[in-house]
C-alpha cells in the first residue's frame, strides 16, 4: 500500500489536525498535531486503532468515490481493502 496512502487513513482515524504530505512534515508534528483513540496495539507488522474520530466518515466516502471511479481491478480491490479496514470502530493499519 502506498505510505501516502495510509499516513492519511491514520490521519482520519485518529483526528490528526495537520495534513502530512511527506516524511519531512512528520518531523514537524507535535503531540498535540497527532489526533486520540481509545486504544492503540503496535507491533513490528501491524497497528490497531480502537475509537475511530468522526473524520473516518469524510474518509470513507472519498475511498468509496475513489474506487466508483477506477478502472483497474487490481488497484479497486486495494481501495475496498482500505474501506474495509476504516469501516469499523477497529483500524488494522
Given at each position: 500500500m502506498d505510505p501516502d496512502a495510509m499516513i492519511g487513513d491514520v490521519a482520519a482515524f485518529?483526528?490528526?489536525?495537520k495534513e502530512v504530505r511527506s516524511n519531512s512534515d512528520?518531523?514537524?508534528l507535535t503531540l498535540a498535531d497527532l489526533g486520540t483513540v481509545k486504544r492503540a496495539i503496535v507491533s513490528r507488522d501491524l497497528s490497531q486503532f480502537?475509537?475511530?474520530s468522526s473524520s473516518v466518515r469524510e474518509r470513507l466516502e472519498h475511498l468509496k468515490y475513489m474506487k466508483s471511479e477506477e478502472t483497474d481491478k487490481e488497484y479497486k480491490?486495494?481501495?475496498q481493502d482500505r474501506i474495509d479496514?476504516?469501516?469499523g470502530k477497529l483500524g488494522i493499519i
Amino acid at each position: 500500500m502506498d505510505p501516502d496512502a495510509m499516513i492519511g487513513d491514520v490521519a482520519a482515524f485518529t483526528g490528526m489536525k495537520k495534513e502530512v504530505r511527506s516524511n519531512s512534515d512528520l518531523a514537524e508534528l507535535t503531540l498535540a498535531d497527532l489526533g486520540t483513540v481509545k486504544r492503540a496495539i503496535v507491533s513490528r507488522d501491524l497497528s490497531q486503532f480502537i475509537g475511530a474520530s468522526s473524520s473516518v466518515r469524510e474518509r470513507l466516502e472519498h475511498l468509496k468515490y475513489m474506487k466508483s471511479e477506477e478502472t483497474d481491478k487490481e488497484y479497486k480491490q486495494l481501495l475496498q481493502d482500505r474501506i474495509d479496514r476504516l469501516r469499523g470502530k477497529l483500524g488494522i493499519i
